[in-house]
């Protein structure tokens, strides 16, 4: 069985903590972990229970930044991820284009 490159946690009520768990690869970004953010975003958005969102790493990383063991020596930095896996993170369709305005539930600016 394989690790989970996510884990959430909840320390309180309306508050998830999700940490990224690559730690072999100091949490290095991969298409698969965009994936697993944006589907974990989006749950936590549709769920009408949290508020806020901590993202975190583990004691010794962040993240290491992108995966490159995953690339091809002939893939560019530009091209590392695929764009339908940051399309998703950023919550937009392909056919969606332009800045996009998100607000956090229960709270005004």
Known sequence: MSQDVIVTERPHEHVALVRLNRPKVLNAISNELITRLADTFQLLDAD??????????????????????????????????????????????????????????????
């Open 48 to 109: 009408g229970v949290t508020r806020a969102i901590v993202l975190t790493g583990d004691d010794r990383a962040f993240a290491a930044g992108a995966a490159v063991s995953k690339r091809s020596p002939a893939t560019s930095t530009t091209s590392t991820f695929s764009s339908r896996a940051v399309a998703k993170l950023a919550g937009r369709s392909r056919a969606e284009s332009g800045p996009e305005k998100r607000g956090c539930r229960g709270l005004t600016s």
